[in-house]
Structure formats: structure tokens, C-alpha cells
Nanobody, 115 residues
């Protein structure tokens, strides 16, 4: 069982920045992929950004050039730096990880962008 603990959500004005963090209970090199998903009210959960064990990143088109996913291996943590935020970025953000067998989710952290 892998536990994921998110932090860093909150309220920000449009154009501002937030940094989300996800701390894993295991070494992140034991995981295949880690990433961030988000779910806005009335919408399906969608991919935001992922990073593989080899460091390959992937972003949703809607956040390319604004969001950056990174990792701190020593702290078993993945970060999501969000810049140039827009009201449509408002959602609950979930940390996600898989170990080639199971998929794990964090409890979610609310991000609200005011216009």
C-alpha cells in the first residue's frame, strides 16, 4: 500500500502561482509513474501532468507552458508548480501513482483561482 499526501492548495488570484506537493510513503523510484489529476465540479477527473520513473514528463494541453511537474527523490516528493493560473484551473487536485500493479490516489487538495 502506497500513501500519498498532498499539500499546497489554496486560493489564488488569476495570474498568480501555487505549488502543490505530494509526499509518497515509499521511495519514488519504486513507482512507475506519478502525477497530478484534477476534477472540477460537474466534470470528470482529468490528467494534468505526469512524470515517469525515468523522468519523462507529460502535460495536458491546457497547462503546457504554465505548469511544471518535478520531483525530489531524496524526499520522495513530487511537485506541481502552477504559474499564470486561470479561473478554469479551479478544481480538486489529486496526486496519483502506480507501481505497475496498483494505482494509488491522494485525498485531494482544493485549488481555487479567482478572477
Amino acid at each position: 500500500q502506497v500513501q500519498l499526501l498532498e499539500s499546497g492548495g489554496g486560493l489564488v488570484q488569476a495570474g498568480g502561482s501555487l505549488r502543490l506537493s505530494c509526499a509518497a510513503s515509499v521511495g519514488i523510484f519504486t513507482l512507475n509513474t506519478m502525477g497530478w489529476y484534477r476534477q472540477a465540479p460537474g466534470k470528470q477527473r482529468e490528467l494534468v501532468a505526469t512524470i515517469t520513473r525515468d523522468g519523462i514528463t507529460n502535460y495536458a494541453d491546457s497547462v503546457k507552458g504554465r505548469f511544471t511537474i518535478s520531483r525530489d527523490v531524496a524526499k520522495n516528493t513530487v511537485h506541481l508548480q502552477m504559474n499564470g493560473m486561470k479561473p478554469e484551473d479551479t478544481a480538486v487536485y489529486y496526486c496519483n501513482a502506480d507501481n505497475w500493479v496498483y494505482i494509488f490516489w491522494g485525498q485531494g487538495t482544493q485549488v481555487t483561482v479567482s478572477s
